[in-house]
Structure formats: structure tokens, C-alpha cells
């Protein structure tokens, strides 16, 4: 079996520079850690992986608890997740917290019990156990997707986050309808207490404000981030004495719960009903009409989750931060907008990317 003083002999380099390519512990000149990886795949050299967790207490592994894996944004995210974690020699042990702050507890223990380096968390809206275990055990962590504010007096967020920009797009969608001529637009919003719903709400109610139309709170209605809750709220809406003319759902389960209550309805959009969406998926462009979308950059945050998390390990005593990236507004024809030649056009946001020190 090939050792790493075998790889050093065939690469031309020492063992220390082995040790750092394939553990990323020093950054190596590219051409050089290319001559290591190459003589790692010609010799069939395997790292112990046993051996090496017991002399420096890593596991180079990552424990990922993200609810709904099979909504296609985390999926997307997982994808980034895994791609950037695999490229800096670290392996995933995956859980599903089902958006449940008990089961989310429960998960994240067993992760921690894996001996994991660290966790990336799309923390629930009731976190409380969550950040108490991650704050007894001094577990290095990043929040995903969904924010977790910690009061000013107790000195601010004490992890790391990453999510992508939430209400700036949502004012966006609200403007682009209102300019259209929509005075009654509906907001099929996410589930109450995740910092995602409550920020696309504060969107929604800036863009009425931009626009020059009143807030009424007969039009929003919760959809509780599923297909099922976006069918009930937009029946609900499409209930009102006078309904909307617009709507505008907060994920995309909820659209397609919402497309699935106005086809009961026999309505047809645009025609009849406007819609733009948060959150594009791979078939937005299939759906006639297209759908008009905020397209979060979901692998870029999962990706640059792993990131936080690595410097997180290199550096345990730095102070927290936030990190947003920008999302998209994709143009299409659920809008109302007549139908353009060529793709769908996509403007990114005007927010530009954050990183914040709490």
C-alpha cells in the first residue's frame, strides 16, 4: 500500500506539502497540488481516514440538517453543499429535521454524536433547543437559508449565516405587478417565525408602500411553505368579497399549491389572475404562461456555507457574521407581460452581497 513519503518521492515534494493538499491546511501553489493529486490517483494512495481523526480530533466530515430535502431549493442547495465540501476533502452525513424544533434537536445531536467537524442548519422557527445545544457543546455552525437573530443585548447573532437576499425581490415582484395596473395584490406568505417569511412580508409591504397603495391584511395569508398551505390561501383569497387581481407566492411549493386552487377555480393565468413567484425551479419556463420569478442562487449559498464553516474551523474565535447574496429577478409572462423573443430576461438585484460582522 502506497504511503504518503511514497506520493512525496513521486510528486517531488516533501510530505509536509502532501499533508497540506489533501488535509487543506496550507493553500499550495496550483501547479504543485496538481502534482500531488496526481501522484495520489497513479499510486492508488488512500489517507487513513481512522488513523488521522484519532492524532488531530477531525473527522473532515460535515453534518448538513436541512428540512424538505425534496423541495427542489435544497436540493440546489445540497448540490453546493457537496460540491465545495467534496473539493476541500470533506465527506456529509445528511439529516432531515422536518422543520420540527424537537426533531430538529434530536438530529442535530445524533450529527454531533457522528463526531462531525462542524454543521450547516436551515434552523426551524423555533430554534431556542437548537441554539441551546450548539451553545452547551460549542459546536461550530452555520445557518442556512434562514436567519436566527439574537437580541443587540446579548451581543448579536453568535453564529455564522448565509442566505440569499429576501426582501428586496419581494418589493420587486410587488412593484413590477402594481406597475402593471394591479391594485389588489395578494401574498401567499411562508411559515410564520421563519426569518424567510418575515422578510419577504416587510418586501411585500414596502413595495405596496412604493407603489402608492395600502396595506390590507386580508391579503396576506400563510401558506406555511407548502404545496398544500399555498392551496389553502389562495382559495381563502380567491374567497374575498373582492379578490386580488394579483398574487404574489412566497416559495415555490406554495405556487404550485396556488396554480392548483386557481385551476379548481377555473381561473387562468395571467388572464384572469396575475402571479409572480419566489423561488425559479427547473420547470418555471415550462409552465404556460412562464413564470415571472425571483431565482435565489441557491448552490452559491450552499457552497459559500461550507466556506464560512471551513474559516469558521480555522478560526474559532472570530466574531460572527451574516452573509447575504444577491438573488435575480427572472422576467417572464405570468406577469401579464406580453411573451419576449429569446430567454427569459433576469436582472439581478440591486442589493448587493453582504458580509456583515455582528
Request: aromatic share 4%; hydrophobic share 40%.
Amino acid at each position: 500500500m502506497a504511503t504518503m513519503a511514497d506520493v512525496a518521492r513521486s510528486a517531488g515534494v516533501s510530505v509536509a506539502t502532501v499533508s497540506h493538499v489533501l488535509n487543506g491546511t496550507r493553500p499550495v501553489l496550483p501547479h504543485t497540488r496538481q502534482a500531488v493529486l496526481d501522484a495520489v490517483e497513479e499510486l492508488g494512495y488512500t489517507t487513513n481516514t481512522l488513523a488521522r481523526s484519532l492524532v488531530t480530533s477531525r473527522t473532515r466530515s460535515i453534518g448538513l440538517a436541512v428540512s424538505a430535502i425534496s423541495n427542489p431549493y435544497f436540493t440546489e442547495i445540497l448540490q453546493g453543499v457537496e460540491a465545495c465540501a467534496l473539493e476541500h476533502g470533506y465527506s456529509l452525513l445528511i439529516a432531515d429535521p422536518h422543520d420540527d424544533p424537537e426533531h430538529e434537536r434530536k438530529v442535530v445531536r445524533l450529527l454531533h454524536e457522528r463526531r462531525v467537524d462542524g454543521m450547516i442548519v436551515a434552523p426551524s422557527a423555533a430554534p431556542r433547543g437548537l441554539l441551546a445545544y450548539l451553545e452547551r457543546h460549542d459546536v461550530p455552525a452555520v445557518f442556512l437559508d434562514r436567519l436566527v437573530e439574537a437580541p443587540a443585548a446579548e451581543g448579536g447573532p453568535r453564529f455564522d449565516q448565509v442566505c440569499a437576499d429576501n426582501a428586496e425581490p419581494t418589493s420587486r415582484l410587488v412593484t413590477h405587478l402594481a406597475g402593471l395596473g394591479h391594485r389588489r395584490i395578494g401574498l401567499v406568505a411562508g411559515r410564520p417565525g421563519l426569518s424567510t417569511t418575515t422578510e419577504r412580508i416587510t418586501g411585500y409591504r414596502t413595495g405596496l408602500a412604493f407603489a402608492g397603495l395600502s396595506y390590507d391584511e386580508r391579503l396576506l395569508v400563510h401558506g406555511d411553505s407548502e404545496a398544500a398551505g399555498g392551496e389553502r390561501a389562495t382559495a381563502d383569497l380567491l374567497s374575498l368579497g373582492v379578490p386580488p387581481t394579483a398574487l404574489v407566492t412566497g416559495n415555490n411549493a406554495m405556487t404550485i399549491g396556488a396554480l392548483r386552487a386557481l385551476r379548481a377555480r377555473g381561473l387562468s393565468v395571467p388572464d384572469d389572475i396575475a402571479l409572480c413567484c419566489f423561488d425559479d425551479f427547473a420547470w418555471a419556463d415550462l409552465f404556460s404562461p412562464r413564470l415571472t420569478a425571483i431565482a435565489q442562487p441557491s448552490k452559491d449559498i450552499g457552497a459559500r456555507a461550507v466556506r464560512v464553516l471551513l474559516e469558521r474551523l480555522a478560526e474559532p474565535d472570530r466574531p460572527a457574521r451574516t452573509v447575504r447574496l444577491p438573488s435575480a429577478f427572472v422576467h417572464r409572462t405570468s406577469c401579464g407581460c406580453p411573451e419576449e423573443s429569446g430567454q427569459p430576461r433576469l436582472e439581478r438585484s440591486a442589493q448587493p452581497e453582504k458580509g456583515t460582522v455582528a
